[in-house]
């Protein structure tokens, strides 16, 4: 525990900044590199989020984002997270308002991988029908029971209030009418549509050879 006499001198406190570059393929890369420790965290952004659902088809992104993590390149959801935990690492994919973004974390002596497996996610999905109904039915069920916890229902409540009038008032999904709506079509044709290099933004950081890395980026994406 600090002292009653310790201070701290904010001035001296600097949030590190990337070097951010776009490579020929129009995808912008943010370069944290940083040798401190051997690992690497790599993000990647699609800039269209929830807010930009099609009309009428609230829950598209949101399902879009749950699918990614059903199995990419031909290979199994329970395959594929047995190759990242097979590595010591952990990956994600997630949608807010904003985006979707898919993440890896793990040893930088495996950075090659974690990127080819952040490739397949993003450019290869499976989109497999029976993993479509089951998340959509998933999605519809936690919706339904949004009034079970009065914890949930406060938090839904408030975030409308303080978010009322603005495009992030509506949330993942407003309505589960109109996800019963949503196709997996609709997912695919997102896709296609959104999950191009100049709607995305690679994140990098930790240690890394970039100039080798870079080049591993390239011919991935």
Known sequence: RPSAHATTDLTKFRLPMPEVEKLPNGLTVAWFVDDKLPVID?????????????????????????????????????NMAHRVESLGAS????????????????????ADSLLEMVAWIVREPNFLASEFRRDRTQLADSWRHLTDSADTVAGYV????????????????????????????????????????????????????????????????
Not at 96 to 109: A, R
């Open 42 to 78: 790599l993000a990647l952004l699609e800039q269209t989020g929830t807010r930009s659902d099609p009309k009428g088809k609230s829950g598209t992104v949101e399902m879009t984002a749950r699918l990614l993590e059903r199995g990419a390149h031909g290979i199994s959801a329970e």
């Open 158 to 221: 408030f975030g409308k209030l303080v978010l009322n009038g603005t495009v992030y008032a509506r949330g993942a999904l407003d309505d589960a009418r109109k996800l019963s709506r949503v196709k997996l079509e609709d997912v695919r044709a997102f896709h296609r549509a959104n999950f191009v290099p100049s709607n995305s933004v690679l994140v990098v950081v930790g240690r890394v050879d970039r100039p080798a890395f870079r080049n591993r980026i390239i011919s991935l994406f």
């Open 91 to 110: 990956g994600f994919a997630s949608a807010d308002e904003e985006g979707i973004t898919v993440g890896m974390h793990g040893l930088s002596q495996d």
